[in-house]
């Protein structure tokens, strides 16, 4: 068991580009899930997979936002036309089927918008 | 709307007990996880409650009384690795594919 882990871990990117991220949940699990984390603050739900079919995501989150799991394993995250506001720690998790309340995180890619 | 209530800081001597407590407004409620977090680090699953009552997980226990709306964590013989922030979480009804978390509280364990 490896756990969670997520590519990159820093991001520094200027205003306006596309980023990428990339999370590998824990191999056995199949429920994956996106927060976001800002200073001072809990992790904020994104969105969530059980197994590649995304099935709920934020109203918070805007239209530049979106994640794929194409074959149920790993996840991306993409930002489009980033802005200073999408500064923030981005985690990744994932469960087993049936704990929701149970998850386990990966290490966060840091994202800088300058 | 669903909204966890927790106070922002609380500070302990090394070998203390400390109850951090966490109070939820959800339409709906499964249960309450605690979560711990170091600087720089992940959040780390301690504990999930979704029964009244009390969990006992080593020197770490989680209560919650659901027709209080209200939990807490509490951490015996405290130790400095334990300075980090604690975060409890809800599964509601209305948002049952996810966990909603409160803003942490900040535990500074002091020698």
């Known amino acids: 068991d490896t756990g969670v882990s997520q590519d990159p871990r820093h991001k520094i990117t200027k205003r306006g580009q596309n980023v990428t991220f990339r999370c590998d949940p824990i191999?056995?699990?199949?429920?994956l899930y996106w927060y976001r984390q800002t200073l001072g603050q809990g992790p904020e739900f994104l969105t969530y997979?059980?197994?590649?079919?995304?099935?709920?995501k934020s109203r918070l989150l805007s239209d530049r936002f979106s994640a794929e799991r194409p074959k149920g394993s790993f996840s991306t995250l993409e930002i489009q036309r980033t802005e200073q506001g999408d500064s923030a720690m981005y985690l990744c998790?994932?469960?087993?089927?049936?704990?929701?309340?149970?998850?386990?995180f990966g290490p966060g890619t840091r994202l800088t918008v300058t | 709307g669903q909204s966890l209530e927790q106070p922002s800081e609380v500070t302990a001597v090394e070998g203390a007990i400390v109850q951090i407590n966490c109070t939820y407004q959800?339409?709906?409620?499964?249960?309450l996880s605690w979560y711990q977090q170091h600087d720089g680090g992940a959040p780390t699953f301690l504990s999930y409650?979704?029964?009244?009552g009390l969990e006992e997980t080593g020197r770490f226990s989680s209560f919650l009384s659901r027709s209080d709306s209200y939990g807490y964590l509490l951490l015996q013989e405290l130790q400095m690795k334990d300075s980090a922030s604690y975060f409890c979480?809800?599964?509601?009804?209305?948002?049952?594919?996810?966990?909603?978390f409160g803003s942490g509280t900040q535990l500074t364990v002091l020698p």
């Open positions: 998790a994932s469960s087993l089927a049936g704990t929701i309340y149970e998850q386990y």
């Open positions: 191999s056995e699990h199949n429920r």
């Open positions: 997979f059980q197994n590649e079919a995304q099935l709920e």
């Open positions: 959800t339409s709906g409620f499964y249960g």
């Open positions: 409650n979704g029964l009244d």
């Open positions: 979480a809800v599964r509601s009804l209305s948002s049952a594919r996810q966990l909603t």
